[in-house]
């Protein structure tokens, strides 16, 4: 009887102990990505990203690359810290560690200008990052129903955008910092980026 309960508390302790570790590894893991110091050189061609149905994702951290993708590719669930995600290469959304900013989820916004030079960062923050069409990032992705953590796809509660997927397709094949020959647009596609005003 004495020592099935000694048994007991020692296995019980090592339980505890055990969570403990995974506890503090946890900690230790989160805070390996370091989102703090976001430049423009952490932005690259859009193609050296994975895809996940119609957009891209990758992470700050490469080790992290994919816990993202894991996530992007179930649909639903809370993105990893450093996960980075975008639609065109000129807007991307960045998560920052648990409690960064509440009311975003932890996501910044950026607004980017893209060329063979590489990056460049125009806008970036949380609630209030306004795009080259005067919306409201965080306004049109709050609307993202809560288990798809602000990401809107289609379906998933956001204000539609006057993109096509055709047009955002042509955008990311088109993006300048991408290595290699630059990707000859069609006369219709050429049509199209005149639609755009680009
Ligand atoms: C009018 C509403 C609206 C505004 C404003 C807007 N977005 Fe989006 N965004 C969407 C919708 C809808 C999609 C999905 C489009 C699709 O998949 O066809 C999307 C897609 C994206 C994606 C790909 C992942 C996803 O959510 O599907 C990223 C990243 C993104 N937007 C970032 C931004 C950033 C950064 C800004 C501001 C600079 C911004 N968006 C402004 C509605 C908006």
Redesign the pocket.
Known sequence: MKLTKIRLTRRGKMGFGLLLLLAMQQLRAESATDTGEIQASDFKCMLDMQAV????VDNLDPDKRSDTAAVAERETGVYPVGSV????P????VKHPRGFNAATRDWE???LTVSEAGTRID?RGFVD?????????????V??RPE?D?????G?G????????QM?QLLQKMDPRCAGPRYQPTQEELQLLKQLGG
């Open positions: 149905r119609g957009f891209y995600v975008q639609l065109v000129t807007e991307v959304m916004f950026f607004e806008k990052v306004v795009n080259r069409f005067g919306g409201n990032c965080f306004g049109c992705h609307k993202a798809f602000m990401i809107c796809e289609t998933h956001c204000d539609p955008i006057p993109i096509t997927p955002t």
